[in-house]
Nanobody, 116 residues
């Protein structure tokens, strides 16, 4: 059974930082492209960042470039999202996604709230 478990969300003030983690189990983690998505209230889910299987290629949404960093540790079956200089508009539920061929899995999400 595949599981993606996110952690690290919470309440942070504008300008603050958080580090999200997504621990994967039940799959061959190193062959999956891993991504972070987010969904704010009343909005569609949007792609935030993507990292290739080996970690050598990353892609970011324009809204988070220069502030967020995606990384992975294939030995720990974990993908991370370091979020710096957080803004109120970053408030959302953040979801981890694993994709390989036609296989796709989602985590349950972790809430990030940026507010003073």
């Amino acid at each position: 059974q595949v599981q993606l478990v996110e952690s690290g969300g919470g309440l942070v003030q504008p300008g603050g930082s958080l580090r999200l983690s997504c621990a994967a189990s039940g799959l061959t983690f190193s062959i999956y492209t891993m991504s972070w998505y987010r969904q704010a209230p009343g909005k569609e889910r949007e792609l935030v960042a993507v990292i290739s299987r080996g970690g050598g290629t990353t892609t970011y949404a324009d809204s988070v470039k220069g502030r967020f960093t995606i990384s992975r540790d294939n030995a720990k079956n974990t993908v991370y999202l370091q979020m710096n200089n957080l803004k109120p508009e970053d408030t959302a539920v953040y979801y981890c996604n694993a994709k390989w061929s036609i296989d796709m899995y989602w985590g349950q999400g972790t809430q990030v709230t940026v507010s003073s």
